[in-house]
């Protein structure tokens, strides 16, 4: 009985063993996709600000007392128009003091000048009344010059888009007090990474999409792209034309997909399968490691330009322990 009991208890070890080797090593079950056909849009991310095609700054040249505005936002202003006054006492006083300074050594100029050739006056002497007063009168164009600063001016035809400062108020070098422009036509000025750069061309459809509207993809076109980039951020800028009717208003932020590779009937396969640059296939119910050259990509789905046909089997979401050559079973992936 004893020697039963242990033959029994051998056998039953071994069987158990044996459950436990086949469960451990049983081929996983992986869910499989073949990949689909269909439009594939490659696009160049970036973010810009909606600004007049024609449009300026105006900002004081030096620290001054706002005196009078005299031109509000939307107001239509022409080129030179006086668009506010700083304090210009200081300014004012210098000029009148350079002012006498030069009338008084351009008189001396005159009186000496019909003296020289009879030799009443020395050359010495009258060259330099003659030095001083050109010294004077340029002393008088820069007073002058300081005076003019205090008063802002437009630099164009236009509107006033938007009018900073109140009087009374100490102004910087560094504050804009007024921007002037025409409120059409509108761009779009964005900074585009310098790898991307080489794939934007001018004439290429660009996607917007702006806060402000948020159910909408309004459209643009690439106009200009500035052939100087960035080095500090590594962009290049690039100006994209609005249409006439564009809803986007000045200074609003966007968020802008340049159009730079279209397909009909592109090959594509989840995002999920792919991984550094690989996916993983079921061929002859073995798993096998796949290169592939990925091309336009969206949340969803991603273009296989390159490595995979229309019939071979995907594996949707490889599992991380996933080997070469490894025996599988496979499911469908349910239908969406």
Same mark, same amino acid.
């Given at each position: 009985m004893r020697t039963r009991h242990i033959v029994f208890t051998l056998l039953f070890v071994i069987l158990a063993a044996g459950g436990g080797f086949i469960f451990f090593y049983s081929p996983p079950t992986v869910t499989v996709v073949h990949p689909a056909r269909g439009p594939a849009v490659e696009a160049v991310y970036a973010t810009g600000e909606v600004e007049p095609v024609r449009w300026a700054k105006v900002s004081p040249k030096s620290t001054a007392r706002i005196v009078e505005i005299l031109a509000r936002e939307g107001d239509r202003v022409t080129r030179n128009q006086l668009l506010a006054r700083l304090s210009d006492d200081e300014a004012g006083a210098r000029v009148d003091q350079v002012a006498t300074q030069e009338r008084l050594l351009r008189d001396e100029v005159k009186r000496l000048t019909p003296l020289l050739p009879k030799g009443y006056v020395g050359r010495q002497a009258y060259d330099r009344?003659?030095?001083?007063?050109?010294?004077?009168?340029?002393?008088?164009?820069?007073?002058?010059? *300081?005076?003019?600063?205090?008063? !802002?001016?437009?630099?164009?035809?236009g509107v006033v @888009? /938007?009018?900073?400062? &109140?009087?009374?108020?100490? *102004?910087?070098?560094?504050?804009? !007090?007024?921007?002037?422009?025409?409120?059409?036509? @509108? /761009?779009?000025?964005? &900074?585009?990474?310098e790898e991307d750069i080489p794939r934007v061309k001018a004439g290429q459809r660009v996607v917007i999409k702006a806060d402000a509207f948020p159910a909408e993809a309004l459209e643009g076109t690439v106009g200009e792209i500035t052939p100087k980039g960035d080095p500090v951020n590594k962009s290049y800028r690039v100006r994209i034309s609005l249409p006439a009717d564009t809803r986007l208003k000045i200074g609003m932020t966007t968020e802008v997909n340049i159009i730079v590779r279209k397909m009909q009937n592109a090959l594509l396969v989840p995002v999920s399968a792919v991984s550094n640059g690989a996916v993983w296939v079921v061929r002859n119910g073995k798993a096998e490691r796949v290169s592939i050259k990925t091309g336009a990509a969206d949340e969803q789905r991603m273009e296989i330009t390159a490595g995979l046909g229309d019939n071979d089997e995907i594996i949707v979401a490889p599992p991380a322990d996933l080997k070469q050559g490894r025996s599988v079973r496979t499911k469908a992936q349910p239908a969406p």
């Open positions: 009344a003659v030095s001083e007063h050109r010294q004077a009168r340029a002393n008088l164009d820069a007073a002058k010059h *300081v005076l003019d600063d205090l008063r !802002l001016r437009s630099p164009m035809d @888009l /938007r009018q900073d400062g &109140e009087p009374g108020e100490t *102004v910087t070098s560094t504050q804009v !007090l007024f921007w002037v422009g025409e409120t059409s036509p @509108l /761009r779009i000025t964005a &900074e585009v990474d």
